[in-house]
């Protein structure tokens, strides 16, 4: 995200994670999904994201990091531009919040290049469909009662749906290893909500498959507000189309 400030404006309202920003004219008020940062009475940075313009010059925003302590007429800076992740190869084996910012105790991520995770959909290769002209292509996860029963097609969305300890996590585990291992492709791996406990136990599991290297792990946990859980999706989405730019590896 660019330091570079735009205009201020002060805090009017905190209504847990929804914060709303008056600015003194229409020209200082930020795009939606432009980031706006403010701080605490603890000087903790408080992160947030545009979500809708309302009447009298105010911006209201769904904030991405807590807002315990958060105080009216504080003073919010926008910044340049929506939130920005790295890209790149020196995201395999790591694990990183909405932000983009590692939160698995290494160094920091050297990435040369770094893409807003709010844009619009990439452009597509594929002609449009014709009846008759293009066959759906399946997916191989060398499970055999998938494999057998539900087939997996490229492109398409699947759900894993259970109650505790039926193996949801072990079924994750086993289709990033087979996609890796026997496909040689990557994955991106996005935990909307997820349990510090699981998120532990998959991050040490796949070290142990010898995966970790071609996987990206994007956390938004559940004692992080809801702003973070629901932006997860669009990191990982960000990594994904990274992975799939490559023609080189097998997305999943």
């Known amino acids: ?21 008056k600015f003194t004219t229409s020209r200082e008020v930020p795009n939606v999904y432009d980031v706006l940062r403010t701080e605490t009475l603890t000087h903790r940075q408080v992160i ?6 309302l009447p009298g010059n105010v911006a209201r ?6 807002t315990l302590s958060l105080q009216r007429n504080a003073v919010a ?4 531009g929506g939130v920005q992740v790295p890209i790149g190869n020196a995201m395999y084996g790591r694990i990183v919040n909405v932000l983009g ?24 290769r594929v002609p449009p469909h014709r009846p008759g002209r293009e066959k759906p ?15 997996l097609v490229k492109g398409s969305k699947n759900g894993i749906l259970g109650g ?3 193996g949801k996590s072990i079924l994750t585990l086993e289709l990033i290893h087979n996609i890796v291992k026997e496909h040689y492709g990557a994955c991106v791996f ?4 997820e349990r510090i406990r699981e998120g532990n136990e998959l991050y040490h599991a796949l070290v142990e498959h010898q995966v970790l290297d071609k996987v990206m792990l994007v956390y938004g946990q559940m004692n992080e507000p809801p702003g973070a859980r629901f932006g997860v999706a669009a990191t990982g989405m960000t990594l994904a189309e990274y992975i799939q730019r490559q023609n080189k590896e097998v997305l999943l």
């Open 1 to 21: 995200m660019s330091a570079q400030a735009i205009g201020t404006g002060k805090v009017i309202s905190v209504q847990g994670p929804v914060v709303d920003v």
């Open 48 to 53: 947030m994201e545009v979500a809708e313009h």
């Open 61 to 66: 925003c769904i904030a991405i990091t807590s």
């Open 77 to 80: 800076t926008p910044l340049q």
């Open 101 to 124: 910012e590692p939160i698995d105790r290494k160094p920091p991520i050297a990435a040369e290049e770094t893409r807003p995770i709010r844009r619009p959909p990439p452009g597509t």
């Open 137 to 151: 292509e399946l997916l191989e996860t060398g499970i055999k009662i998938i494999d057998l029963l539900f087939p």
């Open 164 to 166: 505790a300890a039926l």
């Open 190 to 193: 996005t935990g909307a909500g």
